[in-house]
C-alpha cells in the first residue's frame, strides 16, 4: 500500500511517519464542533466559561468533573479549554502521576498567577486513580483558585473523590452520545481533511453497523471507521480497484483541467491510503479529490453511497468503488473490523451495580425480554456467572416466594449446574432459570413476614418461649412446667393442635400474609383455616 506514494517504495518508508488516530485528528478544536452533551452547553454554562465563549461575570471560572463513560468527550472537552486564550493548560494523568507533580504545579500556577497574571487549568484524567493523600494536594490550589481543575472521570465521584474535594467543584455528568450523534461524527471524519477527505464513502448498512456497535461511545466508533476503511482498502487493493480508481481520479482531473492553460496543469500522483499518509504531506490527499464528486453538504445526512452509485460491488465484501473513484466501506468490511460490540462493565463500578439492579427488576416485573438482555449483557462483559446464580436464588425467595414454590427449587438447581459445567455452557441454564422467574406468579409475602418478624425480634417483642412448649427430655425440667400440656399435633384431627405457640406479647400477630397470586392464593385459605384451629381457645391480640 505504501507504493501508491511513490515509485521508490523503501524510500516512502523511510520518510512516511503513522499518522494519529482517526479519534485524536477529529478531535473537535472549539465548543462549536463539540457533538453531544448539549444539556452541559447552554449560555453562561461553566463550560462555555472555561472556553472563553461567555465572560465569567462577577465570579471566576469553577473547578469542575467531568464524570461520564469512555468516548463521551471528557478529555475533549479538555483540550477544547485549553485552545481558551489567557490560560495556562498543564495536563497530567493520574496512572503515572503522584503528590510531587502536583505541589510542582500548584507551584508553578501561584508564581503564574501572581508575577504573569494569567490562571492555569489543571487537566487531571482519570482521578479516581488518585489515593486521598493525592487527592488532598489539589485542595489549597483549587480552594485558593491558584488552578482551574478540569478532572474527568468514568467512575462515581461520589465514591471516588474526596468530599472536600466535591464540594469545591462542579460535578458535571457526561452522557453517551446519541445515535444520531455518532453517526454525525462519522459522516464528519469521512469528509473533513483530517480525516478521509472524502477519499471514502459508507454504505447505509455499514454506517447502521457502525453505530450500533459503538454504544454511544466516540472513540470508538471512530477506531472502528478506521479499521473498516483499512479492511476495504486492502480488499480493493487485493481485487484491482485501486488500478481502476487511478483512471477514474486522473479522468476527473483530465476533464477538470482541459480549460486551463498548460503551463498552470501539474500531474498530481495517486493519493496514498488513509493509514500510509504523513501528517506532514501538506495536500494530506486534497488533490485526490474529483470534481464531480459529492460535496459533504450535499450528501445524505448518514454519509452513505447508495448502492447504484458503485462501478464495482462484490457481493463477498472483496472490494467496492464509486463512479468517482471512492472507496465503499461496506457491512463486511465493519464486520471483519469488529466482530462484537465491546460492554462498558466494571466489576467493581456503577454498571456492575446498575445493571444486576436491572436485571433483578425486570425479573421481579416480569419482562422475561429485559431479563434476559440484561443476563446476556452481564455474561458478555465477563461477568462471574456464580454471582448471577446467587442473584436468582435470592430472587426465587424475594419476589416469587410462595406464588411459584418451584422457582427456587430451579434457582438452586441452576446455581448448582452453573458450578458443574462453567461458562459458555452455563448461559443455558441461567437462561432457563431467568425465563422460569421472570414468567413466574410474584408474591413478596414470605420476604415481607421474615422482616416484619425480625423486626419485632429487634424491638426485643417476644417475651420468652410459652412453657408447654419448652425442652422437657432432661431431669428436672417436669418439676419447671416444661412441657405439661403440649399437645402432640398428629394426635389431633388434620394434625392441627389448638394450642398457643407464639409468645404471649405476639398472640394473633400474622406474619404471613398470602397474596392471590399464583398457588399462594390455595395457601391463604389453608392458612386462614389453620390460624383458625390454632388460635380457637385465644383469639386476643396485641
Known amino acids: 500500500m505504501l507504493s501508491a506514494l511513490g515509485d521508490d517504495e523503501e524510500n516512502d518508508e523511510e520518510h512516511v511517519r503513522p499518522r494519529a488516530p482517526l479519534a485524536v485528528r477529529m478531535r473537535p478544536r472549539s465548543v462549536e464542533e463539540l457533538v453531544g452533551q448539549q444539556h452541559l452547553l447552554k449560555a453562561g454554562s461553566p463550560l462555555r466559561q472555561l472556553a472563553g465563549i461567555d465572560g465569567p461575570g462577577p465570579s471566576g471560572p469553577s473547578s469542575i468533573i467531568l464524570w461520564g463513560p469512555p468516548g463521551t468527550g471528557k ?20 496512572i ?137 482498502w486492502s480488499a480493493a487493493e487485493a481485487h ?87 472507496i465503499v466501506i461496506t457491512i463486511e468490511h465493519t464486520e471483519r473490523a469488529m466482530d462484537a460490540a465491546v ?46 446464580a446467587r442473584r436468582i436464588m435470592i430472587s426465587a425467595s424475594e419476589d416469587i416466594g410462595m406464588a411459584d414454590p418451584t422457582a427456587l427449587q430451579t434457582a438452586v438447581a441452576a446455581a448448582q449446574a452453573v458450578q458443574l459445567i462453567g461458562m459458555p455452557e452455563a448461559r443455558l441454564i441461567l437462561g432457563h432459570a431467568v425465563v422460569h422467574l421472570a414468567t413466574a406468579p410474584k408474591s413478596n409475602a414470605a420476604y415481607n413476614a421474615i422482616n ?5 425480634v429487634r424491638a426485643g417483642r417476644g417475651r420468652g418461649v410459652p412453657k408447654h412448649l419448652r425442652d422437657a427430655h432432661y431431669a428436672g425440667a417436669q418439676q419447671l412446667g416444661h412441657g405439661k400440656g403440649y399437645i402432640y399435633s398428629h394426635d389431633a384431627p388434620h394434625s392441627v393442635a389448638t394450642q398457643q405457640y407464639a409468645p404471649d406479647d405476639l398472640l394473633g400477630v400474622d406474619y404471613y400474609k398470602p397474596t392471590a397470586n399464583g398457588a399462594e392464593r390455595g395457601i391463604g385459605e389453608r392458612v386462614e383455616r389453620i390460624r383458625g384451629i390454632i388460635r380457637a381457645k385465644d383469639r386476643r391480640r396485641p
Open 343 to 388: 460492554q462498558r462493565y466494571d466489576k467493581a463500578g456503577d454498571q456492575h451495580y446498575d445493571i444486576i439492579s436491572a436485571f433483578i427488576k425486570s425479573v421481579r416485573g416480569s419482562d422475561v425480554d429485559a431479563a434476559l438482555h440484561y443476563l446476556a449483557k452481564m455474561l458478555e462483559a465477563g461477568e462471574d456467572p456464580r454471582f448471577i
Open 96 to 232: 503515572t502521576a503522584g503528590v510531587k507533580d502536583v505541589r510542582r504545579v500548584m507551584d508553578q500556577a501561584l508564581e503564574d498567577r501572581d508575577l504573569r497574571g494569567f490562571t492555569t487549568v489543571l487537566f487531571l484524567d482519570e482521578i479516581h486513580r488518585f489515593n486521598k493523600a493525592q487527592q488532598d494536594a489539589l485542595l489549597p490550589g483549587v480552594e485558593n483558585r491558584w488552578v482551574v481543575l478540569v478532572a474527568a472521570t468514568t467512575e462515581n465521584p461520589s465514591f471516588s473523590v474526596v468530599s472536600p474535594l466535591l464540594s469545591r467543584s462542579l460535578l458535571l455528568t457526561l452522557r453517551p452520545l446519541e445515535e444520531g450523534d455518532i453517526a454525525a461524527l462519522i459522516t464528519r471524519a469521512l469528509a473533513d481533511v483530517r480525516g478521509f477527505n472524502d477519499e471514502l464513502v459508507l454504505d447505509p448498512g455499514a454506517l447502521d453497523h457502525l453505530v450500533r456497535m459503538a454504544g454511544g461511545d466516540a472513540r470508538r466508533a471512530l477506531t472502528a471507521l478506521e479499521a473498516a476503511a483499512g479492511v476495504a
Open 75 to 94: 478529555t475533549t472537552i479538555a483540550h477544547v479549554i485549553a485552545r481558551s486564550p489567557g490560560r495556562r493548560f498543564v495536563e497530567l494523568s493520574a
Open 452 to 456: 416484619a418478624a425480625v423486626a419485632d
Open 240 to 326: 484491482g480497484l485501486l488500478a481502476k480508481r487511478a483512471k477514474l481520479l486522473q479522468a476527473a482531473r483530465t476533464e477538470d483541467t482541459a480549460e486551463v492553460p498548460a503551463e498552470d496543469t501539474v500531474d498530481m500522483p495517486a493519493p496514498a491510503p488513509p493509514e500510509a499518509r504523513s501528517d506532514e504531506d501538506p495536500a494530506d490527499g486534497e488533490a485526490a479529490e474529483p470534481a464531480d464528486a459529492v460535496p459533504p453538504a450535499a450528501a445524505p445526512d448518514t454519509g452513505a453511497t447508495q448502492d447504484s452509485d458503485a462501478v464495482d460491488d462484490d457481493a463477498d465484501g472483496t472490494g467496492a468503488l464509486t463512479r468517482t473513484g471512492q
